[in-house]
């Protein structure tokens, strides 16, 4: 509705996971390198937490654009899985093959296991990420912790990603899961943005969507840094609200009130959002 009134050629601030709109903090460098060191690594756990909103799945897809040649990576979106559905899930992303009738947790890791060893015997890497991981139940996590001991003589066949909000640290804290806990190598947890990063990565997605900056006066950076805590998710709702708000007012730049208004209809439209 606004685009040809602020001249964007494209909506600056969806909230679609593009490559081309990601911004990463020092924040996210950091989380992305902890990321790539379990790429790296071969056996055990790498866990990256945060609060909703505060980029983990974006940083996922960007490091599955960085990754290097010679690693195949299984991706789990959806991990509200039992440990068969799990495991015939991994078995599918990476194209291992098992028998159709086979629906045991058995045939499912023989079938990963001949995979894993031919990838091995290639000079391939296999990474397994999973997403939203807090959602996964302890008899699975048990299942990912157990798919860790399928090695040779030398060498680990499969490094496991953990990707998922704070509960996820309170479910592996559990004495039931002392085991996966304890595998774990690297562990980060991703904070939003400060004030800084903020006003950067509105710059960086104005710039990409046509315009500069000057869309917001220098008051209203400040009132979306504050209205949204530095979370980026909330930062694109707040900003694609206030640009509508100003469209609607017949303004070409956005005030610090128009936030301000913006952030009280989003927290009022939007259950959980507390400001």
């Keep these: 509705m606004y685009l040809t009134h602020f001249g964007f050629t494209e909506w600056p601030f969806s909230n679609t996971p593009d490559p ?8 996210h460098e950091e989380a992305l390198a902890h990321l790539l060191y379990g790429v790296r690594e071969r056996g055990g756990f790498v866990q990256l937490t945060g609060e909703v ?23 789990v979106v959806n991990p509200m899985l039992t440990p068969e559905e799990l495991l015939a899930t991994v078995c599918d992303e990476l194209g291992a093959a098992y028998p159709p009738e086979a629906r045991t947790r058995k045939a499912f890791v023989d079938a990963l296991y001949r995979h894993l060893l031919a990838a091995h015997g290639h000079g391939r890497r296999t990474v397994l990420i999973v997403d939203e991981a ?11 912790r157990l798919l860790t001991n399928l090695e040779t003589a030398t060498d680990k066949l499969l ?16 004495t039931q899961l002392r085991q996966v806990a304890q595998r774990i190598t690297a562990r980060y947890h991703l904070l939003p943005f400060a ?15 046509g315009q500069g900056l000057g869309v917001f006066e220098p008051s209203a950076v400040l009132a979306v840094h504050r209205a949204s805590r530095g979370v980026p998710r909330l930062v694109n709702v707040i900003c694609d609200r206030a640009l509508l708000g ?19 209809e989003v927290a009022g439209e939007e259950r959980g959002v507390r400001r």
Excluded: H, M, W
Aim: proline content about 4%; glycine content about 6%.
């Design 20 to 27: 081309r709109f990601v911004y990463l903090s020092p924040r």
């Design 53 to 75: 909103g505060t980029g983990k799945t974006t940083t996922c897809r960007y490091l599955l654009s960085q990754l290097p040649e010679g690693v195949d990576v299984a991706l």
């Design 134 to 144: 807090q959602n996964l139940s302890p008899d699975a996590l048990e299942q990912l």
């Design 159 to 174: 490094q496991i990603i953990l990707i998922g909000q704070p509960e996820l640290t309170a479910l592996l804290a559990s």
């Design 195 to 209: 004030e800084r990063d903020t006003r950067a990565y509105l710059a960086r997605r104005l710039q990409i969507a």
């Design 246 to 264: 100003a469209f609607a007012q017949g303004t070409r730049t956005v005030s610090a009130r128009t936030v301000r208004r913006a952030a009280r």
